[in-house]
């Protein structure tokens, strides 16, 4: 059974990255489908606030990335023997932690130093 | 070490002969490659993130951006990803010229993707809207533009390998570097779908 598992894992090497018709036409439906859904969103102004608008768009992104991994990349847990799912999830952390970190530092940034240097402008101005 | 029958048996493996090793690494090792690609795009999404509302008293995004140029080239970019999926598709059946046929098709709608956004760029360079007229326009170039730089090399690359495939055929050889090419041209359309979603739908918000 094991032997026959692994049998099948090396015979189906070649076509790892390679899916089906149907795999191609569900992920090209769905691609189509969430591509549409934020566009129509943001151009018939569908929410009167930008940020639920903004929230939307993100999240409709992030499922139609992963549409695309799985459905046109065909990302699963087998190819290489795991090895692309791994590589990709220490990217995907490495991303978060850049995108997150660098939002985080400048806005506090912006936060901590704009405001104060006007402050400090103004203080010097109502100085004696 | 006298006993020559003792050396034969007591050959040393410094490796492991029953680990999985995959026959081909080219298509793990281009993988590889394409996170590594992912972190440039990271780094440029960060530094878009950080700038794109620092306008220097230029124009923003909601005015520069037309939302019906991306739907199309977002469309265009899209058809491309599934147009080389079917040249896939006839590849595995051994398919020579339909391969051909839907690997120039995606070639133009590549090309087509290239037409409309250089035709963008020039317009907000027109209008004063260039890379140097603020932060957020130079990391909305510098991000936008190493997009379309990698679509533009991707069919070079593409149509490297329609010449081969013309020459060759259907070889093991060309059939790996197609793999190889679909990965980049999937990928790039994941960069895109980033790049429509943070970069033109969030940018026309505000």
């Known amino acids: ?128 | 070490m006298s006993d020559p029958s003792a050396s034969s048996v007591a050959e040393p493996h410094f490796y492991s002969t029953h680990e999985h090793h995959p026959e081909n690494g080219t298509l793990l090792g281009f993988w590889l490659y394409l996170m590594s690609d992912c972190l440039i795009f990271a780094c440029l999404f960060a530094v878009y993130a950080v700038l794109g509302r620092s306008y220097a008293g230029g124009p923003a995004g909601a005015e520069l951006f037309d939302l019906s140029t991306v739907a199309v080239n977002t469309s265009l970019l899209l058809l491309s990803s599934i147009t080389y999926g079917f040249a896939m598709l006839q590849m595995q059946r051994g398919r020579l010229r339909p391969t051909l046929v839907w690997l120039g098709i995606t070639g133009c709608l590549g090309a087509g993707f290239i037409f409309f956004e250089l035709r963008e760029f020039a317009h907000l360079i027109a209008d004063g809207a260039g890379p140097q007229r603020s932060a957020f326009l130079s990391s909305f170039f510098t991000l936008v533009g190493t997009h379309g730089l990698h679509v533009t090399f991707g069919i070079v690359w593409l149509v490297t390998l329609m010449v081969q495939l013309g020459k060759h055929g259907l070889i093991a050889e060309n059939q790996r570097r197609l793999t190889c090419l679909s990965m980049f041209w999937h990928f790039l359309d994941v960069v895109w779908i980033g790049v429509f979603s943070f970069v033109y739908l969030m940018g026309v918000l505000s």
Do not use: C
């Open chain 1, 1 to 128: 059974m094991r032997a026959q598992s692994e049998h099948d894992s090396h015979a189906a090497h070649g076509s790892a990255h390679s899916g089906s018709l149907k795999d191609y036409l569900t992920g090209f439906v769905l691609a189509v489908v969430l591509t549409a859904i934020p566009f129509w969103f943001v151009m018939g102004k569908s929410f009167s606030s930008s940020t639920t608008t903004a929230a939307v768009i993100l999240g409709f992104a992030a499922v139609q990335m992963v549409v695309h991994m799985v459905y046109f990349l065909h990302m699963n847990t087998k190819s290489e023997g795991g090895w692309t799912l791994l590589a990709l999830l220490f990217t995907v952390m490495l991303v978060v932690i850049a995108l997150s970190g660098s939002l985080w530092v400048m806005y506090h940034l912006d936060h901590n130093m704009m405001p104060a240097s006007m402050h400090g402008m103004h203080d010097m101005r109502n100085m004696p």
